[in-house]
């Protein structure tokens, strides 16, 4: 059986209600995103209906379409349909950008006076998930869509605490993409859970699968996160390598410091560092540009 882990007792009830009550529900997926995941979700769907269903949302449809054609899939060609682009991303890749397409109806409830801290966040899950989807596919790790959705939520928790507690969250996180285990420890001694935890939290009440439930709890220990531990540890790298790309700095990225390619050896995954660290460079020289790419209204 499928491991499912709970942290709604981790969530203080207060900070849940501040949530509803600026969020209206706690629902992620809009109507046409929820429809078009249910059909999605049964493997010999029709392809025509599901684009039917995605066109009567606006904001989806450009959001399929976008992804179809970046060049974080590179199509031999541009994808001018819904048809096209799912048959093009396959069925799995899509419903992992339905899901994420729920993400960003709810970043925008972010206080007016925080969005420069909601396009930081929503570009650092860019990153984290390009880099994820490069790495999956570099040490062939045989993630199929997955792990684009799980970097890209992975710090939905900081968004989510941004919502609950715009007051506060300039002291708890200051966005220098530094330091996060002292930033999980000040959000649990300052408001009574940290952003893994509450992330996780909100996947789990939305029905989202446990290994991405997994991914979003422990991307700071994937070690701990049991049967998934390998989308953990994946994405625990991708999320290594979008701070050092979003500190600016100047300094080479060392994949030596990566602590989580470890886990993945130790995971089975042969001579993990060895070789991310031959193909990292270009990685990261691409992706802040994919990154934008995929941000664009």
Not at 26 to 50: E, G, K, T, V
Not at 159 to 176: K, Q, R
Not at 178 to 196: F, K, M, N, T
Request: one cysteine or more; aromatic letters at 6%; charged letters at 25%.
């Amino acid at each position: 059986m499928t491991e499912r882990i709970s942290t709604l007792p981790d969530v203080p009830p207060e900070l849940i209600a501040r949530l509803e009550r600026t969020l209206g529900n706690l629902r992620m997926l809009p109507a046409a995103a929820s429809q078009a995941l249910q059909i999605a979700n049964d493997p010999d769907c029709d392809f025509l209906r599901l684009a039917g269903v995605i066109q009567r949302d606006l904001k989806l449809t450009t959001h399929v379409l976008r992804t179809a054609n970046s060049a974080l899939f590179a199509p031999r060609a541009p994808v001018a349909s819904l048809h096209h682009a799912i048959s093009s991303m396959g069925l799995r890749r899509c419903r992992e950008v339905i899901l994420t397409a729920g993400l960003d109806s709810v970043s925008r409830k972010i206080s007016p006076r925080l969005c420069e801290r909601r396009e930081t966040l929503w570009r650092h899950g860019f990153l984290t998930s390009i880099f994820a989807v490069k790495i999956s596919h570099l040490l062939r790790l045989g993630f199929q869509g997955e792990e684009f959705t799980a970097g890209l939520m992975h710090d939905f928790g900081r968004t989510l605490l941004a919502v609950a507690a715009p007051d506060e969250i300039d002291e708890l996180d200051p966005l220098d993409f530094d330091e996060p285990l002292q930033i999980e420890i000040r959000e649990r001694e300052r408001i009574g859970v940290s952003h893994a935890a509450f992330g996780a939290w909100y996947a789990e009440i939305n029905e989202l699968p446990a290994a991405l439930v997994h991914a979003i709890r422990h991307h700071h220990a994937p070690a701990s996160a049991g049967e998934h531990v390998r989308l953990a540890a994946l994405i625990a790298a991708a999320d290594h390598v979008a701070n050092h790309v979003q500190r600016g700095t100047d300094e080479p990225y060392n994949p030596m410091l990566n602590g989580a390619l470890v886990v993945l050896q130790q995971d089975g995954v042969t001579n993990a560092t060895g070789v991310f660290s031959d193909a990292i460079d270009a990685y990261v020289r691409e992706a802040p540009a994919v990154a934008e790419e995929l941000m664009q209204e």
